[in-house]
């Protein structure tokens, strides 16, 4: 373990902890170095004393949802990372105070799972996300969605933390989504409320599986990818551009620069090989947003998050 991180921070708390944790299996990518620390609180209560302790020895806090929009270098990450994958952050509450229409999804829930039982429901709100993994708290974050709508679009309130533990809750009208983009503070997301309306559910069924078959039939799945990996830039008229378009347009389908390479399916996709290297999927992106300045005259933003020593921690995945 780093030398920084007292030996002490974890001492009692109500949680799993790990130190030189390697981080490859948490992540889509499946490649990468390991974590300082990686702690997986049982309750509230055990993260509330984590980032209070983190904040005192100043030292840094990401948190690691589904993974599928990370890249770690092999360069390993300081600090602290934290996961929210026990039951008091995975288990979503239907109907909370009487709501008929309404979920209660802390951060930890993955978005997959719950959409599925909300269409077993008929509850209309979330078929956007079919072929989506996330979990709530990256997806609240970062507005995740596609062509099909964002899952802002769902969002009634959200619950956050900061670096003291005290919490706040922000109502819809006072966050601000755009794409890929929340105006949420940089807290840490605690819960979402959820909004639906209601339908049949085989409606809401034929509807998933007509979404997800788009993205399957278009998108490398299988691959060891996170998904797009980068932002649909602003178009000279004011809309968004196609990423893909792009690369594909710069000639890059199919190119390969060590064990990462540009999907044939979807240039937007860079997918690495079993055991290859994050190093090579983030030289590839260079290379690919040189080519696609060159040719295109277009810069092109990495929409997946990268973690590293070398890199101060950005949006909480």
Known sequence: ?????????????????????????????????????????????????????????????????????????????????VKLDQPAFTQWTLRPDGDANSVLAPAGVDVLKLLNTCVREGLDGMCQMAGIPASMGG????????????????????????????ITVHPRNAIQFS??????????????????????????RTKMLEIYKYKKNSQPLAENSAGCLFRNPIAQDGTRASAGRL?????????????????????????????GRANDVLELARIIQDRVRKSQGVDIEMEVVVWGRSFEPKEKK
């Not at 991180?5 to 299996?25: C, E, H, M, R, S």
């Not at 948190?63 to 599928?68: C, D, H, I, Y």
């Not at 890929?180 to 809401?204: A, G």
Request: proline fraction near 4%.
């Open 1 to 81: 373990m780093n030398a920084t991180i007292p030996t002490t921070l974890a001492q009692g708390l109500d949680a799993i902890v790990q130190t030189n944790a390697p981080l490859a299996a948490h992540t889509w990518f499946g490649v990468g170095g390991s974590a300082d620390m990686l702690v997986q609180p049982k309750s509230e209560d055990a993260l509330r004393e984590l980032v209070r302790r983190c904040s005192m020895e100043n030292l840094p806090v990401r948190v690691l949802g589904s993974g599928a929009n990370l890249l770690v270098l092999e360069e390993g990450v300081s600090g602290v990372v």
């Open 139 to 166: 997806a609240t974050r970062m507005n995740a969605g596609g062509k099909y709508g964002c899952i802002g679009d769902a969002i009634q309130a959200v619950a956050t933390m900061n670096n003291r533990g005290a």
């Open 179 to 204: 794409y890929r983009h929340s105006s949420l503070p940089q807290e840490l997301i605690l819960r979402t409320l959820l909004q639906f309306t209601p339908d049949n559910p085989d409606t809401l």
């Open 247 to 275: 690369i594909d347009l710069a000639g890059l389908k199919g190119f390969t620069h060590g064990s990462a390479f540009v999907s044939a399916e979807h240039a937007n996709f860079v997918c690495v090989q079993k055991n």
